[in-house]
């Protein structure tokens, strides 16, 4: 591997987040961005307002920087308001504590960090359906929904099992994981994004397109989630099974890009060639995953996967980071969903590709 490429990379996002941290309102968890400046989403309770917390955490990790601790720890107690108003909690407390308490916890020792997170995975664990042995995702009428993002809040599951040395929690996450593999996970290797369960009786009813192009397509954020998440459940529990699964999915993956002779993903692997909505978060959640299955694999074995990655992010990093003082975001191009806000950057493509540049420097802390 060119390490040359990863620390000039890394010396950009060390000067590109001194800045975005300190010119960022200190209560601001950012989503994407307008005229170059972050924006929120503007509610407290958003699944994605970990990840700003997340890249902070990153950054204390790799550079000591206080700066970063101090804007984290103030960041996570606002969290508060969601984590104790509960009403309009989801199954997104995982990227929401795992990234932002149970981060403090696992670089500070925080006591009052890790009782957050133990909060919240009890929140989640409070989510699995016992008839259809799988965490419920939304809220509302969505009683016997559940979705392939889920695979990514298991390990706060995992985490509360080790933190109070009881499995219950694990089990839970186990049975979600073993559903996925039962019913989420194509023969061909791709993944369903939404699969609606009857909630009194578990029977499966139907699946749903979701934030993909349709149903019976390939919505490629979700294959990420897959990837990753699969991978985790492996490394927490050591089922082959879980490995077997993230390899698989990979492969469809890989093979996919291969075919359209582009290493950053669209947003759906089956929508029609135009309009082309690209999203480059889908690609460096993956590349996270695939470099997470290369660490568990012999020698012999790795290359497919860590190189992938690697073309995944060097593709991500040459044609859609802004490295300019002008832009707070760096990653360009990720995509909401197949119907909505398109080819803009979004928080967690900015996470993913700092955590991909971390492992790959071989500085990280896995969050998950
Ligand atoms: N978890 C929602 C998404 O990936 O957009």
Same mark, same amino acid.
């Given at each position: ?45 958003? %699944? ?319 969050? %998950?």
């Amino acid at each position: 591997m060119q390490m040359s490429w990863v620390n000039d990379v890394w010396e950009k996002v060390e000067k590109k987040l001194a800045l975005t941290s300190s010119r960022t309102a200190n209560d601001m968890f950012p989503y994407t961005t307008e005229n170059g400046r972050f924006v929120a989403k503007g509610n407290l309770y958003w %699944w994605t307002n970990g990840f700003w917390v997340g890249i902070l955490w990153l950054m204390y990790n790799e550079t000591k920087d206080t700066k970063y601790k101090t804007l984290a720890e103030s960041l996570e107690v606002k969290l508060d308001e969601p984590l104790y108003g509960f009403d309009g909690l989801h199954h997104d407390v995982g990227f929401m504590w795992l990234l932002s308490s149970v981060a403090n916890y696992r670089l500070t020792g925080n006591e009052e960090s890790k009782k957050r997170g133990m909060i919240a995975a009890s929140v989640l664990a409070s989510r699995y359906n016992m008839a259809g042995k799988f965490i419920r995702a939304w809220n509302r009428e969505r009683v016997g929904w559940s979705i392939i993002d889920t695979m990514m809040n298991l390990p706060l599951l995992y985490w509360a099992s080790r933190e109070t040395d009881d499995p219950r929690f694990s089990h839970i996450a186990q049975s979600h994981a073993d559903t996925v593999l039962e019913t989420f996970i194509r023969p061909d290797g791709s993944v369903i994004h939404i699969n609606c369960f009857d909630p009194e009786t578990g029977e499966l009813l139907e699946n749903l397109g979701g934030q993909g192009y349709t149903e019976g397509s390939s919505w490629t954020r979700g294959q990420s989630w897959a990837i990753y998440g699969l991978a985790l459940s492996y490394i927490h529990t050591k089922q082959q099974k879980y490995l077997d699964a993230a390899k698989k999915v990979a492969h469809y993956f890989i093979a996919a890009l291969a075919a359209a002779d582009d290493f950053v993903p669209n947003c759906d692997f089956r929508a029609p060639a135009e309009p082309v909505y690209k999203d480059t978060t889908a690609g460096v959640i993956a590349a996270c995953g695939m470099i997470e299955i290369s660490r568990q694999l012999p020698e012999f074995e790795k290359d497919l996967y860590f190189n992938a990655a690697l073309k995944i992010l060097k593709a991500t990093e040459r044609d859609y980071a802004n490295w300019s003082d002008d832009e707070d975001s760096i990653i360009q191009m990720g995509t909401e969903s197949y119907k909505n806000k398109h080819n803009i950057p979004i928080i967690y493509a900015d996470y993913y590709f700092i955590e991909a540049l971390s492992k790959l420097r071989g500085k990280d802390v896995l969050f %998950w």
